[in-house]
């Protein structure tokens, strides 16, 4: 997980992009839940927790403007 000085330091384009690789990363890991290949689903409310600070930055940018 990233820090919130390191997202807020990035730029919107790279915010974009993080927010569809995160939502690719979460779906996958459920995936490999269900399956059994994956047993740590904390590791997937950590990437849900960095895609809405994500998102909520992305949206106070764009308030902002």
Known sequence: ????KKLRAMKEAE???RVIQLGKDI???KI???MGKLNNVAFIN???K????IKTI???RR???
């Open 1 to 4: 997980m990233a820090d919130l």
């Open 46 to 48: 950590s990437m849900k």
């Open 27 to 29: 779906n996958s890991a």
């Open 58 to 60: 992305i949206r106070e």
């Open 63 to 65: 308030l902002s403007k």
């Open 32 to 34: 490999d839940i269900k």
């Open 50 to 53: 960095e895609l809405a600070q």
């Open 15 to 17: 915010l974009d992009k």
